[in-house]
């Protein structure tokens, strides 16, 4: 079954540092999306693309975030000063489409990052 | 997007159902119920969606009043690998059946499967 993979499964970083976080969605989605779940919080929405850019972004998607389809396979978060609140799972998750039956969003397995 | 609202946390007897209440009394007309369950902070794994009718897929069936103000999701035979945080989520879609893109994930029903 396709699924949704998301490497490193753990990044430490000292504050300050620039992180990338990477995701391969599934090959035939085309909307792809990260989320963050702060430990014991909800998983809380942070961004949202299609068609090479961003289609929605929540508030806590600031300037120092940006993401990036740099291929065919690769969707990427970059954090570019990490500060410490910015500890916490990290997921992606793709979709085929926006119509009923295709939205699905299926999600990978999350990235931890520890920022110290 | 509709709020949701599910009690924080339930028990089940392993082989027994599990019947996971949700209400959602603001739902609009547009809007689809989704489930979610996120197994001890591994990704969230979608379960099954409807609009009025209920559903059912291999891995659960969803009641939803004829109100549409509450439904509840049924894990016929529950197994201690279904002990997660299930979330419900209301998601608006237009005319045309496209929901838009992002998931409003609330704080969920804790459920425990136990032997």
């Known amino acids: 079954e396709p699924e949704v993979t998301q490497t490193p499964s753990h990044q430490v970083t000292q504050m300050g540092q620039e992180v990338i976080l990477r995701c391969v969605p599934i090959s035939n989605h085309l909307y792809f999306y990260w989320y963050r779940q702060i430990l014991g919080q909800k998983v809380e929405f942070l961004v949202s693309?299609?068609?090479?850019?961003?289609?929605?972004k929540s508030e806590i998607f600031d300037d120092q975030f940006s993401v990036e389809r740099p291929d065919g396979s690769n969707f990427t978060l970059k954090i570019r000063s990490t500060k410490l609140e910015d500890s916490a799972m990290y997921f992606c998750?793709?979709?085929?489409?926006?119509?009923?039956?295709?939205?699905?969003?299926?999600f990978g397995a999350g990235t931890r990052l520890s920022v110290l | 997007d509709a709020k949701t609202t599910q009690p924080p946390s339930m028990d089940c007897a392993e082989g027994r159902a599990a019947n996971l209440p949700c209400n959602h009394s603001t739902i609009s007309g547009n809007e689809y119920v989704y489930w979610y369950r996120q197994i001890h902070s591994q990704g969230p794994q979608y379960i099954i969606h409807?609009?009025?009718n209920n559903e059912t897929n291999e891995m659960a069936s969803l009641i939803i009043t004829e109100d549409r103000k509450s439904s509840t999701l049924i894990l016929p035979h529950a197994t201690l690998r279904d002990t997660a945080v299930y979330y419900c989520i209301v998601r608006v879609a237009n005319a045309g059946g496209t929901s838009y893109g992002k998931l409003t994930f609330g704080q969920g029903t804790i459920l425990t499967v136990h032997p």
């Open positions: 998750a793709s979709s085929e489409a926006l119509r009923q039956g295709k939205n699905i969003q299926y």
């Open positions: 693309f299609y068609n090479n850019e961003i289609s929605e």
């Open positions: 409807g609009l009025k």
